[in-house]
Nanobody, 114 residues
Framework: VQLQASGGGLVQDGGSLRLSCSVS????????MGWYRQAPGKQRELVAD???????DYADSVKGRFTISRDNVMNMVFLQMNSLKPEDTAVYYC?????????WGEGTQVTVSS
């Protein structure tokens, strides 16, 4: 199983970015998917996840600003990030778990300048 994330970059406070993650090597439509982030000196944390059936859940810190979605035809998961804040600066990873094994993408850097 391979996950490839893209779409990070540098954006100003209040700006928007859209992250994408392509998944290969699995029956994507069966998999729950998630986006995590890790800021310097902090633990990796769950940002948002979406079930195989399309149910989404979010960390309190991003509710109302971020939207997770998936395309089961293209085998992709997305994270639309609006109203970005400097505290959203982190490396963002897409994730899935299959038969109790964790799979991670390489990560994409998101930097929000104040």
């Amino acid at each position: 199983v391979q996950l490839q994330a893209s779409g990070g970059g540098l954006v100003q406070d209040g700006g928007s970015l859209r992250l994408s993650c392509s998944v290969s090597g699995s029956t994507f439509s069966w998999n729950d998917m998630g986006w995590y982030r890790q800021a310097p000196g902090k633990q990796r944390e769950l940002v948002a996840d979406i079930s195989a059936g399309g149910m989404a859940d979010y960390a309190d810190s991003v509710k109302g600003r971020f939207t997770i979605s998936r395309d089961n035809v293209m085998n992709m998961v997305f994270l639309q990030m609006n109203s970005l804040k400097p505290e959203d600066t982190a490396v963002y990873y897409c994730h899935t778990k299959i038969y109790d094994m964790d799979y991670w993408g390489e990560g994409t850097q998101v930097t929000v300048s104040s």
